[in-house]
């Protein structure tokens, strides 16, 4: 029986402790109090406690060190209550791209009107008078529309991008889109810009500061005055 106990525990792994963990601070203190929106997260590299907002998950994810207690976990979380309840406020609502949706594209209202057709051949979309014009056979057509939308918005931050470079008299060796939760922008010491593709349901003149910033970078890489 003992060696049979032995082996049961031996065969959790340290991501079943750790989600054990996880479901007991959920049991014991009220963080949902505090916002159905806060995630806990023990991450046995971390050395101390921390707030992380993941805007495409609408969640803030308070990372707790593996040795951290439970009660204090709750205190930290609970003396920045009102920062984690504004960061949740401040994220954007989940987008659904389906016909009838209205999306923001660069400040304009862009009205999403599927037409479903079971013998098209594939999926062709348009951008026109502020209808984005979906023709296609597929009943659920949400991810085309999504990539649709990455690509429309790496070639404006790219066209964007190359202007303000020429202006400044720079090269850009690429111009990359991720879908990065932590950053709008970045620029490497070799030319290389990476944005988030988020960046199109941004007002015009956010998109612009945020491409002219990491722009300017070419010249000057950090931040210092």
Sequence with gaps: MGKALQIGLKSKTQKDILTEKVNKALQVYPFADISTSLNLKINPRA???ALRVDTHKRLVNLVIPKRASLRSAYMFALEHKHW??????EMPEIIDYVDGATIKILGEKIKIVVNYDEKLRKTSILLINNELLVST?????????????INYAKD????????????????????TVKDT?????SCSSDGKLCFSWRLIFAPDDAFDYVVAHEVAHLIHLNHSP
């Design 181 to 185: 939760s932590t950053r709008w922008g």
């Design 47 to 49: 050395k101390r406690m």
């Design 84 to 89: 984690i309840q504004q960061k949740v406020a």
């Design 137 to 149: 056979n597929k009943e659920d057509s949400s991810s085309r529309v999504r990539r649709f939308i």
């Design 156 to 175: 404006k931050l790219t066209t964007l991008s190359e202007q303000k470079a020429a202006i400044i008299g720079k090269n850009i060796h690429s111009v």
